[in-house]
């Protein structure tokens, strides 16, 4: 192949790739066929190694199990064997459901319905820049892009892509990760943000007056309609005021520990609606109170007639200046006891 | 012959997705195009890599496109190495993965602000590292194997 031939093939291919790249960057069709048969193949080829090596450790683990029980417990009967040896084979299995009973547990209301998928791997290949995981479920049963995904301990993160029957999940710990949170007992709210595996989360915007403290939990706050509200997700580690800003500088730890990740619950949304809260009286305006002698003389106007009508027939009075009838504002005191309701009126 | 062939690569596929989820980052499969250049197999070469650029592009998360020049690269610095190295010595072996280690991260660095990502240094520079190591000795353990396989087929 001459240089020259080379050199028109490079230009062809280069041409190729950047029309194939545009044409994707619009339809997303070859990021879907991608999805579709490497998430998919992957997940299938990982599902029956993990259940494998699963069974491999188990019976790995029973093994050494045995010959403990044998050397420690030589005396015993062999049906105490038999049974200590059964006991030793369930433990695992107990181990594992705890986990699923604790993450069954997690409370959410009626409109999420929590779904149990298996961790079948950490980043896979060399397009694994996220911080992410393989789950072993897909869009055929639950794991649709954006669902949410929890353990007991907290948030863990949230479907990126899937595929029927595996999906791809965002770490909340991903660079790119950014979450609407509350502080647990301040109420302040901001946003959190993943640095990287391994590194400590950062909370922006979070205004300097604000009383967050070390230790306090980050819960999700719902504002960024990704997640549920409530949700926790990380615990405060430090609390300063930013140098370059005029918000806090907080760093959080992530609740849930990344490394030890077995199975997760992914929450999807059941259709249901809850109905909603009765509805309160209505809000009163704020205003200043009524002065004692205007409130003498309304209710001196109002005996008048009362009096006169006696007599005669009672005289049209005029309509006094109030304005008028308008919803109300009420605001509770820092007492916890009903403020009074004032009426604007109009002099 | 030929369904052997297939079930080999089909195995190499398996090999290959398992040892990647023990190393995040890492691309297996890469040595398997390198063995296809080696036996000048473009017939195999035809859906083989297709197969790896879409196992590849999905496994991960990042938009379609960063394998494909992955892969391409890989390939001219093949065809380049080859005008001045015989392909089956270790030694070009070693320094071709060196060579696919900066390639790895130079494919890093430029698709991650085309594709709106981030782009962290370290985390690159871990995973470009630990794909020069992998390529050379896994590309001596396959090539034992499939030696084993060749010398099996001229015996029967």
């Known amino acids: 192949m001459t240089f020259r031939r080379a050199l028109l093939l490079g230009g062809l291919a280069l041409i190729f790739f950047l029309a194939l790249y545009s044409w994707n960057s619009r339809t997303g069709a070859l990021d879907d066929l991608a999805t579709n048969v490497g998430l998919e193949v992957s997940a299938q080829i990982l599902g029956p190694l993990r259940y494998a090596k699963d069974g491999l450790g188990n019976f790995w683990n029973r093994y050494w199990d045995l010959v403990g029980v044998r050397e420690e417990n030589i005396r015993l009967k062999k049906r105490a064997e038999e049974l200590e040896a059964r006991l030793v084979a369930m433990r695992e299995d107990l181990a594992e459901l705890k986990r699923l009973r604790a993450l069954a547990q997690f409370p959410v209301d009626a409109r999420w319905r929590p779904l149990a998928a298996r961790v079948l791997a950490g980043r896979l290949g060399p397009g694994a820049v996220m911080d992410t995981i393989t789950i072993s479920r897909g869009y055929t049963n639950g794991a649709r892009p954006g669902v949410p995904l929890v353990t007991n301990l907290g948030l863990v993160g949230r479907v990126l892509r899937s595929s029927a029957r595996a999906a791809t999940a965002l770490l909340i710990t991903d660079p790119g990760s950014r979450i609407a949170v509350y502080g647990q007992e301040s109420r302040a709210p901001g946003i959190l943000k993943g640095q990287g595996t391994g590194k400590p989360m950062e909370v922006d915007f979070v205004q300097r007056d604000a009383p967050m403290n070390e230790g306090e939990i980050l819960v999700t706050s719902g504002l960024d309609d990704k997640y549920p509200k409530g949700l926790p997700v990380a615990r405060i580690e430090r609390v300063a005021p930013s140098d370059y800003t005029q918000f806090m500088a907080i760093e959080a730890a992530p609740l849930v520990d990344f490394k030890r990740l077995e199975e997760v619950l992914l929450l999807e949304k059941s259709g249901v609606e809850l109905p909603p809260e009765d509805p309160e009286e209505p809000a009163a305006l704020f205003g200043p109170p009524i002065p004692a002698r205007i409130l003498k003389a309304r209710e001196q106007r109002a005996a008048q007639p009362a009096a006169q009508g006696a007599e005669s027939a009672p005289a049209p009075s005029p309509a006094p200046r109030t304005a008028p009838a308008r919803p109300s504002v009420r605001r509770d005191s820092p007492s916890g006891q009903s403020a009074p309701r004032y009426r604007v009126i109009v002099p | ?156």
């Open chain 2, 1 to 156: 012959m030929k369904w052997r062939q297939i079930g080999w690569w089909i195995c190499f596929i398996i090999l290959g997705v398992w040892v990647q989820s023990l190393a995040p980052g890492l691309d297996a499969l890469v040595v398997g195009v390198l063995i296809l250049l080696q036996e000048d197999d473009y017939r195999d070469m035809l859906w083989l890599l297709p197969l790896f650029i879409l196992l590849q592009e999905g496994m991960g998360s990042r938009p379609f496109g960063s394998v494909v020049v992955w892969y391409a690269a890989t390939v001219v610095m093949f065809k380049i190495g080859r005008w001045l190295f015989d392909t089956r010595n270790f030694l070009f072996m070693f320094l071709l993965s060196a060579s696919l280690g900066s390639v790895y991260f130079f494919v890093d660095w430029l698709m991650a602000p085309l594709q709106n990502l981030n782009f962290n240094v370290e985390d690159a520079l871990d995973k470009s590292l630990v794909q020069a190591l992998f390529i050379p000795f896994a590309w001596r353990g396959i090539q034992a194997l499939r030696k084993g396989r060749d010398r099996e087929d001229d015996e029967s």
